[in-house]
């Protein structure tokens, strides 16, 4: 069996991720967290928050409506830009991304083509349908957003958000006159977007609904020097340049200065949290190795944009985005500022006012959540069983409490130290089956520590400590316990 349909068949088994309504046959592109799945996210989330916000004193969190009014995606341009091109086969009705079927059957390069030339392609390569072979239709396009009618009588459009970023744009000027903020300062906001994929797959990778960590950092366009950058410019990421790209190379490690200085990252403020995205996924146990950022073509780049640069992860399947990192210029602000009719400006010291530009980092969780457990799985022949091996401030639980036989005494005394380790940690207590049998359910979502409590413990109150990564036992008394965890687990070392 291959590495990822063992991790999905242990995800679903021990309640990590499970299909959305599976009772009822699913529906695709939608997964619900259970009880450890939950935990792992929320851990996650929490050590972003921990990492991008908490450590920053300008960067403030909101959390804006799903649903949100016509108008603001008019604005945008989701309206009008927010669509994939798809043909649908005559014969047997199946619908695709045209685009991704021209690239699979020719090899050709098409992002961007309008549906004319896509259709022109098509018919002059005579791609056929995938699944029958039946003729394929004229291309159309699709818009990606789901559109929902609003109150009883319907007659206002709404549509779930299909990025948290225009929730950020719309409250820019509520959250400048509320904070007080100075240029540069950043909004960001953690929560759910909708696209409604046309074909969703790879389980956690391309979902209809998914969990978006964004930043937008507002900035002076004319201070192009970010002190912060300082402490990290030194950081290697890979690189794969655009000369890479186009001549089929691989991707070259530097500094992130050096990758500003080649024109390659846009901005020092972009700079700064590519070097912080390298750290952030190293840290939860991504390679260095699995890790590049790659210089987005000119085709594939807004026409607003100063220049992307998407950290891509090598996932079982190959490299995927991970992280967008957008400099998005002054082009949001501008189009709500005229749609909306609403001054959107910011007053500088010398009292001119500009519209502040923006660079955006923007975190796929659920995408974070497939790389970590891809990369923190063990297969472990010689344990006899496989497990997680994540680092422990992401881990669900922190510490699992077993007592070794099932005798009443034992059994209280277990109870009475996991009522206490509760207060401290997310801690589990089982008593059923072998300990060996606790220890592989224990490994198996990824508990950094195991304490047993035997028969020693019932004489002089000590237990032992079984660390997950090295199966390595100590003994220690039960007073000393917490700070013992506390130290092992090194929770508060980011
Ligand atoms: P984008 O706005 O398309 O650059 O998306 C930003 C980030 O959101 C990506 O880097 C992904 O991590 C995540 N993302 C985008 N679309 C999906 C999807 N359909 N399913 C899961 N994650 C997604």
Redesign the pocket.
Known sequence: MEKIEKIIQIAKKRGFVFPNSEIYGGLS?TYDFGPIGFLLKKKIIDFWREFFIKSEDNIFEIESSLIMPEKVFEASSHLKGFIDPITKCKKCKNVFRADHLIEDSTKMFVEGMSPEELTRIIRERNIRCPKCGGELEDVKVFNLMFQMNVGALGDTKGYLR??T?QGIFVNFKNVLVSTRAKLPFGIAQIGK?F?N?IS?RQW?????????A?IEFFINPEEKTFEKLKDYENVKIRILSREAQKESKKEEEMTVREALEKGIIPSEYMAYFIAKEQLFYESLGVPKEAIRFRHMLPEETPHYSKG?V??EILFDFGW?????N?YRSDYDLKKHAEYSKTDLSYVVDDGRKIIPHVVEP???????IYAILLYSFIEDKERGWDWFKFAPKIAPISVAVFPLLNKEEMINKSLEIYKSLRKEFDAIFDKSGSIGKRYARSDEIGIPLAITIDHQTLEDNTVTIRDRDTTKQERVKIEKLIDRLKDLLKLENY
């Open positions: 592109g299909p990025e970023a977007s696209r994929e969703p956690l990778i391309r979902l209809r609904e998914f969990t978006q964004e992307n998407d950290m995927k985005e991970v992280v967008g957008a923007s975190f796929g969780i659920e995408r974070t």
